[in-house]
């Protein structure tokens, strides 16, 4: 199985800050099958960015995605009150498709 | 799109735990779409259990294959899931999901979720 992982833990930034988010593979992502998902606290996770770089419906263009191989990127521009959640990502190039442990965005 | 997961909250070691997702404002026999369960164990990541096409045709996580069935019934726009001889370790949040194109690809929608307690 494939195994990601997210880096940092926890983040404590403010709103307006600029952020990149880490996810990192133990083996390159066939086809870079990479999607990027946010969740607050008792809601259903949220689609933002699927094979690694293209939006989803309906997310704002302050979300962005990049990356190959191993090493992928999640980026925030300008943070908004609502952007502090917590972010996964998942790898569906290998069977079994596998998530991260996800990276907690909280206000500082 | 909507998916809303009912079953018992509680379940006791050994037993089997049964789930439906009903899904509406969609058809589940689109046909390009897969549908899903994925499950979320308090303190550790999500894990996908396995999905489903209106066919019938089901894809299992290897880790949990022996023990869960998927089905589909497309008259009741519904999935079902049941894992049997559960332990502690199966409590979690069980999320249905819409997945886009495959058996495992991303997951556009997503139920809100609902927590299974297995304790005698």
């Not at chain 2, 497309?74 to 559960?86: G, R």
Request: net charge neutral; glycine share 10%.
């Amino acid at each position: 199985e494939v195994v990601l992982t997210q880096s940092p833990g926890t983040l404590s930034l403010s709103p307006g800050q600029r952020v990149t988010l880490s996810c990192r593979a133990s083996q390159s992502v066939n086809n870079n099958y990479l999607a990027w998902y946010q969740q607050n606290p008792g809601q259903a996770p949220r689609l933002l960015i699927y094979e690694a770089s293209t939006r989803a419906t309906g997310i704002p263009d302050r979300f962005s995605g990049s990356g190959s191989g191993t090493d992928f990127t999640l980026t925030i521009s300008r943070l908004e009150p609502e952007d502090f959640a917590v972010y996964y990502c998942q790898q569906y190039g290998w069977s079994p498709q596998s998530f991260g442990p996800g990276t907690k965005l909280e206000i500082k | 799109l909507q998916l809303q997961e009912s079953g018992p909250g509680l379940a006791k070691p050994s037993e089997t735990l049964s789930l439906t997702c009903t899904v509406s404002g969609g058809s589940i026999s689109h046909s390009d779409y897969y549908w899903g369960w994925i499950r979320q164990s308090p303190g550790k990541r999500l894990e996908w259990i396995g999905s489903s096409y209106y066919r019938g045709f089901t894809y299992y996580n290897p880790s949990l294959e022996s023990r869960v069935t998927i089905s589909v019934d497309t008259s009741k726009n519904q999935i079902s899931l049941k894992l049997t001889s559960v332990t502690a370790a199966d409590t979690a949040v069980y999320h249905c999901a819409r997945i886009v194109g495959d058996s495992e690809s991303y997951f556009d929608s997503w139920g809100q979720g609902t927590l299974v307690t297995v304790s005698s």
